[in-house]
């Protein structure tokens, strides 16, 4: 089973927004929607930030949100700040008996 | 507040069984209601779902780990384990402990522990 394409990094100055792509296939990210996309911070434990495609629980800044489009999801953060540095992984259920892949992880800086 | 706490030995020898342990707080696992999970992450690469398991024992495995694989529950202890068997050097790894409770999200996971099995 692949892993999601993401793009290796993504930068933004404070304040702009940024789009982080997860392309899939029919099997995973176009079949279902079934998309989550996790903040990954060095020596920090993930943190779902959106669940179910466009889902923000409980918590989560209102500058992120996601949606999917065919077999690609996408994952914006607006009004960038420099606390959303880190790395972000997107998620989908499979028709793959792995149930579950993951993305390839894209590097966020605030410049 | 659910948390989460992988712990074991951060080296195992090749051909040895690597064990890890999530011990669970803020909710009881035998609540029902989450799949509770391992989950991996290769030096430099993507993350890898390992499997999960219910509170009753119910469990379901990565096909390409399955023949290595067992994850047990301690609902006294609540506590789940991993064990997986005959290690090489591909299963170095970060290993994380994590929760489901909807049908596709993992919704708390461990800070994660570092496992090495030299070459």
């Known amino acids: 089973q692949s892993a999601l394409t993401q793009p290796a990094s993504v930068s933004g100055s404070p304040g702009q927004s940024i789009t982080i792509s997860c392309a899939g296939t029919?099997?995973?990210?176009?079949?279902?929607?079934?998309v989550s996309w996790y903040q990954k911070h060095p020596g920090k434990a993930p943190k779902l930030m959106i669940y179910d495609v466009s889902n923000r629980p409980s918590g989560v800044s209102y500058r992120f949100s996601a949606s999917k489009s065919g077999n690609t999801a996408s994952l914006t953060i607006s009004g960038l700040q420099a606390e959303d540095e880190g790395d972000y992984y997107c998620s989908s259920y499979t028709s793959n008996s792995t149930f579950y892949v993951f993305g390839t992880g894209t590097k966020v800086t605030v410049l | 507040q659910v948390q989460l706490q992988e712990s074991g030995p951060g080296l195992v020898k090749p051909t040895q069984t690597l064990s890890l342990t999530c011990t669970v707080s803020?909710?009881?696992?035998?609540?029902?209601?989450?799949?509770w999970s391992w989950i991996r992450q290769h030096p430099g690469k993507g993350l890898e779902w390992i499997g999960y398991?219910?509170?009753?024992?119910?469990?379901y495995y990565n096909p390409s780990l399955k023949s290595r694989l067992t994850i047990s529950v301690d609902t006294s202890k609540n506590q789940f384990s991993l064990n997986l068997s005959s290690v090489t050097a591909a299963d170095t790894a970060v290993y994380y402990c994590?929760?489901?409770?909807?049908?596709?999200?993992?919704?708390?996971w461990g800070q994660g522990t570092l496992v090495t099995v030299p070459s």
């Open positions: 398991i219910y509170y009753s024992g119910t469990t």
């Open positions: 029919r099997s995973d990210v176009g079949g279902f929607n079934y």
């Open positions: 994590a929760r489901r409770t909807r049908y596709a999200d993992f919704d708390y």
């Open positions: 803020g909710v009881s696992i035998s609540s029902g209601g989450a799949y």
